[in-house]
């Protein structure tokens, strides 16, 4: 450990050590047990709605809202569900010491966990074929030395382009990937992961949440609760240029701060894995060859064939995954050949699996925070489960405020069930048929349902643990979550003062 990291901390107070991920997502499973001990089961029914998007007709499975009702035994005694110990789906029911495994195997190929915890294994490991190369190292220094002074104009257009990418079509996991490029190159222009995290992740939701044309939340929610769907985009609108120049400025008074005072940075000892590779190569000429540029080209070639493939053939998590290893491959093709690194064939499959082994913390997230959902009982409505009574509950007490409250509190029930439901689309089906009538109870109209839905649902992925997309981006930026809680809860408390802004302002305008 340096001096200066040394007088840093015997000058700093002692903060409050924020607990592991894993403590905290193990807390929250404990307390959903004991939910299940005291909160009775409740169900809804189902029912098909159907909604154009387009010229194209939807059709999605939502609650009835109106057909809730807890569940009871032949004696008309309210049931509980108490979940085990432990136990499995076929001994017993699945216990609370099982979430681990029964969240890393739920779900499939396209979601939430197994989808996600592959995808983020699969990216990791091409990535690792990528960094092997020394391509990525040799184009960030070659970089640098052509744009020094420059950042006051790169790290805005960066964000800005993000921001369009969560806006444009919905974009999330596909941060992962350019995090792995961005935060090296951040770090080593003298900021630190925070700034690479927020110019890429931080970007795309805020454009997520404030998207007028998203096709993964907006979209759903919008055709759900009976509203055009990609209207009232006016608003939405300037909700994204409002934020996104929050996000910037956010961003860009941070990095200066960081730029002044490295030591300043609450992740400055997790950077040194990044910040070590880099110390004292910038003074010397770097040899950018040609198979550096090829593994750059394949690497920009992926980039637009990924943007094609979501905007033109909506691909999701298997055929991205599936064009990130491809990138990989011939990434370490390239590298064999070229004797990049002095790379040989073995090289490819052995830096594929230390690539994969950096996110496989982040993976086992995703799985522990499915877990939760898992333990209230999961969340098909038409199931007796705790969650569909938490549900009905926190929506009904909102229904009991004067109009423009209530719109308020629809934002913060939004923004509090995104801890257990991150899917944007999940979400937006079980609260939605919610949301939407009790819009029309207490006076405001649905289209500010659907606002209070993205903002709360968009703004709070950049916090909570539970969502694997944010763990994701944090295993490749090696910080830990209780590090970027601490910076990230003021910049949460920014947007939620703009954003209930926008909630009153919507419900004065009578936004439709």
């Not at 007028?212 to 608003?235: D, E, I, K, R, T």
């Not at 994969?356 to 489960?385: E, F, W, Y």
């Not at 923004?415 to 439901?421: A, I, K, P, R």
Request: aromatic letters at 10%.
């Amino acid at each position: 450990m340096s001096v200066e990291v040394k007088e840093k901390q015997e000058k700093k107070p002692k903060a409050v050590k924020v607990p592991h991920t894993y403590v905290i997502i193990f807390a929250v499973i404990l307390l959903c047990a004991i939910l299940t001990y005291t909160v009775p089961v409740g169900q809804f029914d189902v029912q098909e709605v159907k909604y154009m998007q387009g010229e194209s007709e939807k059709t999605k499975t939502v609650l009835d809202p109106a057909s809730f009702r807890l569940v009871t035994d032949e004696s008309g005694n309210t049931v509980k569900n108490p979940v085990p110990i432990f136990g499995t789906e076929d001994f017993g029911g699945i216990g609370m010491l099982n979430y681990v495994f029964e969240g890393l195997v739920s779900g499939d190929k396209w979601g939430s966990a197994v989808g996600i915890v592959a995808f983020i294994l699969v990216i990791g490991g091409a990535f690792g074929i990528v960094l092997k190369t020394g391509a990525v190292e040799a184009g960030i220094l070659a970089m640098i030395s052509k744009t020094k002074g420059m950042e006051v104009i790169i790290l805005p257009v960066i964000f800005i382009l993000f921001s369009l990418g969560g806006a444009v079509f919905g974009m999330g996991e596909e941060a992962i990937p350019f995090a792995m490029i961005l935060v090296p190159l951040v770090i080593a222009m003298g900021y630190d992961a925070i700034v690479g995290v927020c110019i890429t992740y931080v970007a795309t939701q805020i454009g997520f949440a404030a998207s007028w044309m998203n096709p993964f939340s907006l979209a759903v929610a919008q055709g759900v609760s009976g509203v055009p769907v990609m209207s009232g985009a006016g608003l939405r609108m300037v909700a994204w240029v409002v934020f996104t120049a929050i996000g910037i400025a956010y961003t860009m008074v941070y990095a200066r701060k960081i730029k002044k005072n490295p030591l300043a940075s609450v992740c400055y000892e997790s950077d040194a894995y990044y910040r070590n590779d880099f110390q004292g190569k910038d003074h010397f000429e770097t040899k950018f060859t040609t198979g550096h540029g090829l593994v750059l080209l394949t690497i920009a070639l992926t980039v637009v064939w990924t943007i094609w493939g979501v905007v033109k053939k909506g691909y999701y998590i298997p055929e991205l995954a599936s064009q990130f290893f491809v990138m990989g491959l011939i990434a370490g093709i390239i590298g064999v050949i070229f004797k990049l690194n002095d790379m040989k064939l073995d090289d490819i499959a052995s830096s594929f699996q230390s690539g994969a082994a950096d996110l496989v913390g982040a993976a086992m997230v995703v799985g522990m925070a499915k877990g939760i959902i898992i333990i209230l009982g999961g969340t098909d409505p038409a199931s007796g489960t705790v969650l569909n009574t938490i549900l009905h509950s926190m929506g009904s007490a909102v229904g009991n405020l004067p109009p423009m409250i209530s719109a308020w509190f629809m934002y913060i029930f939004q923004s509090v069930f995104n801890f257990f439901v991150v899917s944007g689309s999940g979400q937006a089906a079980l609260t939605m048929p919610l949301m939407a009538p009790l819009a029309d109870i207490v006076g405001v109209t649905r289209q500010v349902a659907v606002l209070a839905f993205q903002l709360g649902d968009g703004f709070t992925n950049l916090i909570v643990p539970t969502s694997g997309c944010l763990m994701g981006v944090l295993g490749v930026a090696r910080m830990s979550w209780g590090d970027w809680a601490k910076w990230q809860i003021k910049m949460q408390a920014a947007l939620f003062v703009v954003a209930s802004i926008f909630m009153f302002v919507a419900v004065a305008i009578g936004y439709n």
